[in-house]
């Protein structure tokens, strides 16, 4: 424990990237149940000094003794980072709480969302914790309230996945496109056109200005994506349902910031839209905004820099009364990546603070 008023100490590491700015100011405005903050980033960040808590706190590298007196340790790296790192923490005494994809699907390590599956934390045989996945977090929410009162069976979803999922590369080339198209108002007239005015591609296999591209993630088997299966098991994992049905069709579209996802969801029992909005309306961490009659529903410049995941186009399916229509969008670097690790961050402080 920190010596600061006996409350648990905590390391953010990956502090200077893009998730580690957002959690700064996380930690900077939710309740405050942390003694020491220490900041760590790789070696070329060291001595950099960044403001948290209102104060300003010295960056230090990476390195094991670095954790030397951490409970817990937040980590927003790369995967490969993570996998390093991760145990290195775990093995000195922390509990790490990890939002790389290094560790969601192993048995040993619980896969968390404190608004679905709180008590998965308890069991972490490795010290270690994950977080899901960006585009599972923007949906899981408001999924996971249906599930608990009407029963998942199955669930078909389609990703409408912003910029910044991509990582700060992702947020430049946009930028970067949107500028090279601005004021042509002739392209688009001729196959090829975008595809020569906006020149690098970046990250993304395709022009992402002025388009719409069906894929995210990496090459998996049968023509599948990386971030579709990553929705399919990581949903299975948070509900606890390992046989859920669930397939995905990943689309990254031209938003800076704010994942959204078309839902068609199946349960054990019927459901009326109003029932829906009933338990959608009592669940923590979701919003809904649904009034057809004034085109009221989320989009992701309303929903950007907010926490909760917001839902509207709430409907009964017109051929299954036991299935629900809703669109879900939720800030990709707050509740899908920065906002669900602090929180799972601070369920441990909870319980660190708890013991004798």
Same mark, same amino acid.
């Given at each position: 424990?920190?010596?600061?008023?006996?409350?648990?100490?905590?390391?953010? =590491?990956g502090?200077?990237?893009? =998730?580690?700015?957002?959690?700064?100011?996380?930690?900077?405005?939710?309740?405050?149940?942390?003694?020491?903050?220490?900041?760590?980033?790789?070696?070329?960040?060291?001595?950099?000094?960044?403001?948290?808590?209102?104060?300003?706190?010295?960056?230090?590298?990476l390195?094991?003794?670095?954790?030397?007196g951490?409970?817990?340790?937040?980590?927003?790296?790369?995967?490969?980072?993570?996998?390093?790192?991760?145990?290195?923490?775990?093995?000195?005494?922390?509990?790490?709480?990890?939002?790389?994809g290094?560790?969601?699907?192993?048995p040993?390590?619980?896969?968390?969302?404190?608004?679905?599956n709180?008590?998965?934390?308890?069991?972490?045989?490795?010290?270690?914790?994950?977080?899901?996945?960006?585009?599972?977090?923007?949906?899981?929410?408001?999924?996971?309230?249906?599930?608990?009162?009407?029963?998942l069976?199955?669930?078909?979803?389609?990703?409408?996945?912003?910029a910044?999922?991509?990582?700060?590369?992702?947020?430049?080339?946009?930028y970067?496109?949107?500028? #090279?198209?601005?004021?042509?108002?002739?392209?688009?007239?001729?196959?090829?056109?975008?595809?020569?005015?906006?020149?690098?591609?970046?990250?993304?296999?395709?022009?992402?200005?002025?388009?719409v591209?069906?894929?995210a993630?990496?090459? #998996?088997?049968?023509?599948?994506?990386?971030?579709?299966?990553k929705?399919?098991?990581?949903?299975? #994992?948070?509900?606890?349902?390992?046989?859920? #049905?669930?397939?995905?069709t990943c689309?990254?579209?031209?938003?800076?910031?704010?994942?959204?996802?078309?839902?068609?969801a199946?349960?054990?029992?019927?459901?009326?839209?109003?029932?829906?909005?009933?338990?959608?309306?009592?669940?923590?961490?979701?919003?809904?905004?649904?009034?057809?009659?004034?085109?009221?529903?989320?989009?992701?410049?309303?929903?950007?820099?907010?926490?909760?995941?917001?839902?509207?186009?709430?409907?009964?399916?017109?051929?299954?009364?036991?299935?629900?229509?809703?669109?879900?969008?939720?800030?990709?670097?707050?509740?899908?990546?920065?906002?669900?690790?602090a929180?799972?961050?601070?369920?441990?402080?909870?319980?660190?603070?708890?013991?004798?």
């Amino acid at each position: 424990m920190s010596e600061v008023a006996g409350r648990p100490s905590l390391a953010v =590491v990956g502090a200077t990237g893009a =998730v580690g700015t957002v959690m700064l100011d996380l930690l900077s405005t939710r309740e405050d149940v942390w003694g020491e903050i220490r900041l760590i980033a790789s070696p070329r960040s060291a001595g950099r000094r960044l403001t948290v808590r209102g104060g300003e706190t010295e960056v230090v590298a990476l390195a094991e003794d670095a954790f030397d007196g951490i409970d817990v340790a937040m980590f927003d790296v790369p995967d490969e980072v993570s996998a390093q790192w991760a145990p290195v923490a775990a093995a000195r005494g922390a509990v790490a709480v990890d939002n790389s994809g290094a560790f969601r699907m192993d048995p040993e390590v619980p896969l968390v969302v404190p608004e679905v599956n709180p008590d998965h934390l308890a069991r972490r045989p490795k010290g270690i914790v994950a977080n899901p996945n960006c585009t599972t977090l923007s949906m899981i929410v408001a999924v996971g309230a249906l599930h608990r009162v009407f029963g998942l069976e199955e669930m078909v979803v389609a990703s409408y996945q912003a910029a910044s999922g991509a990582g700060q590369a992702g947020i430049d080339t946009l930028y970067a496109q949107l500028d #090279k198209v601005a004021g042509t108002r002739s392209l688009g007239q001729r196959a090829g056109d975008v595809r020569a005015a906006v020149g690098d591609l970046g990250p993304f296999p395709a022009p992402l200005a002025m388009n719409v591209v069906p894929w995210a993630g990496s090459l #998996k088997a049968d023509g599948w994506s990386s971030e579709e299966l990553k929705i399919r098991n990581e949903s299975r #994992k948070i509900l606890g349902l390992p046989g859920l #049905k669930v397939s995905a069709t990943c689309v990254r579209v031209p938003v800076v910031t704010t994942h959204s996802v078309a839902v068609h969801a199946t349960f054990a029992q019927p459901v009326s839209r109003e029932e829906a909005w009933r338990v959608l309306r009592m669940a923590p961490g979701v919003v809904v905004a649904d009034n057809p009659a004034a085109f009221e529903f989320p989009t992701p410049v309303d929903v950007v820099g907010t926490d909760p995941s917001w839902v509207g186009r709430v409907r009964q399916s017109l051929d299954d009364p036991r299935t629900i229509e809703l669109f879900v969008c939720g800030d990709n670097l707050r509740k899908g990546a920065a906002l669900n690790t602090a929180q799972i961050a601070e369920l441990v402080a909870a319980e660190l603070g708890a013991r004798p």
